[in-house]
Every structure is written in C-alpha cells, then in structure tokens.
C-alpha cells in the first residue's frame, strides 16, 4: 500500500514513506505469523506463548521502527528532527499491558488444567 502511494506522487517530489516500506512489512508479517500460530495452538498453554511472543517481538519492533524515538528526515533543503519519545512510551506502555494480560491469562490456563485434575472433593462428615 504505502509502494503504491510512493508511485502516485509526482516526478519532483520525493517518497517519503520509503524508509518505512520495509518497516511495514514486516510488521505485517510478524502479526500475520503470530495470530495464524496462536489460532492454530489454540486451547494449549502454547496459544500464550505465542501470545506473549508476540508483545516482546512487537515491542522490539517498534523501538527500532521509531529509532529510540528521535526520527530525522530531510525534505528537499529542509532537515526535520521529530522527538517521539512520549509517543514510543505510551505505545510501550500499551504493549507492556497486552504483555501483562497474556501472562496472566496463561497463569489462569495453567491454574485451570492443575484444577481440573484435582480429585473431587469428598463431602465431611
């Protein structure tokens, strides 16, 4: 989508969105292969794992999407500096949260399975 954009814009002006292209796809890729695998181990402890996988490895992405959060650009004579750290760490933070409730909902898998191996209890008296 974003190649495609790039090609409509017009011979003099520049493509800004080509150092992200790849960004982007991979991106694309890394969530496609991480939903596909935790629909795919769904009803196992592995579904989690993938799960909480996938928030380390999409942190880790956008960290080094967004450069530690200082991005430079320049536009024809112009050399642009974008501080983005507040913007990386609200997105941390979110992910930090999705992180933090994959964890808990495979502490909550594993409690459930040692549960339902338990015998049952007998009643006293």
Do not use: C, R, W
């Amino acid at each position: 989508m974003l190649s495609f954009l790039g090609s409509t814009l017009p011979e003099g002006v520049p493509n800004l969105f080509s150092p992200y292209e790849q960004v982007f796809g991979t991106f694309t890729i890394v969530v496609i292969f991480f939903v596909i695998a935790s629909e795919v181990t769904s009803g196992t402890i592995f579904q989690h794992v993938f799960n909480i996988g996938k928030a380390l490895v999409l942190m880790v992405l956008i960290v080094l999407s967004f450069e530690g959060g200082i991005i430079e650009m320049d536009f024809q004579n112009v050399h642009i500096t974008a501080d983005l750290i507040f913007y990386l760490t609200m997105l941390l933070t979110i992910d930090l949260v999705g992180l933090a409730k994959s964890v808990l909902q495979a502490i909550n898998f594993l409690s459930e399975k040692a549960e339902s191996q338990l015998p049952p209890l007998k009643p006293s008296g």
